[in-house]
């Protein structure tokens, strides 16, 4: 098994430009989480969907902010306009609703300058 | 609102020797899941071990295992024999529907 899929690794990009993460989740898997790190607020929980389904998006902090999952294997998170406070480490994680464990894909550390 | 507290921004252990990080955490519900995650410095999240609310024995994984008490909503991780491959920042979780995460245990392993 590949595990979480996370691409790109490293994003660094100009204050206003749109950004597009993405990830593909263990297959199987029915519920997918986006998570953002940062040193002062730790890990939050931006919005998770199960069945490909937003379930909560109460943690995604601004309108800037949207996540799609349009297949049970893709998902993104776009930022548009970016901003340098979005700076931060972005996860992507993926569960069975059975299991509750999480799986995490190994981070995207973008940077806006 | 379910938080999970962990009140040991660093700790330091002899390799070889115990440690025990702690982990409260405040919730009504009586039936979920409690995790502890470990993040070395690839920054990879790995899930270290798992307790499920209903069960009243503790979970352990090799040299790691956990002390729950429900009652007192507690949930300790301790790791045995110390290696220096164990110093990374360690989270404990809760999950009913959603993974609520603590703020974090740096823990270094002194040689």
């Known amino acids: 098994d590949a595990g979480v899929i996370q691409s790109p690794r490293h994003e660094v990009t100009e204050m206003g430009q749109e950004v597009t993460l993405r990830c593909k989740p263990i297959s199987g898997h029915n519920s997918l989480f986006w998570y953002r790190q940062t040193m002062m607020r730790g890990l939050e929980l931006l919005i998770y969907f199960n069945n490909n389904v937003p379930i909560d998006d109460s943690g995604m902090p601004e309108d800037r902010f949207s996540a799609k999952m349009p297949n049970a294997s893709f998902s993104t998170l776009k930022i548009q306009p970016s901003e340098p406070r979005d700076s931060a480490v972005y996860f992507c994680?993926?569960?069975?609703?059975?299991?509750?464990?999480?799986?995490f894909g190994p981070g995207t550390r973008l940077t806006v300058t | 609102a379910q938080t999970v507290t962990q009140s040991q921004p660093e700790m330091s252990v002899q390799e070889a020797e115990t440690v025990t990080l702690s982990c409260t955490y405040d919730?009504?519900?009586?039936?979920?899941?409690l995790f502890w995650y470990k993040q070395p410095p690839s920054r990879q999240m790995i899930l270290v071990i798992r307790q499920e609310a209903y069960k009243q024995q503790n979970a352990t994984e090799n040299r790691f295992s956990v002390n729950f008490q429900k009652a007192a909503k507690s949930f300790s991780l301790k790791i045995s024999d110390s290696q220096l491959g164990d110093a990374a920042m360690y989270f404990c979780a809760w999950r009913d529907d959603k993974i609520i995460f603590g703020k974090g245990t740096r823990l270094h392993i002194l040689p």
């Open positions: 994680a993926s569960g069975t609703r059975g299991v509750y464990e999480q799986y």
């Open positions: 919730t009504s519900e009586s039936d979920y899941y």
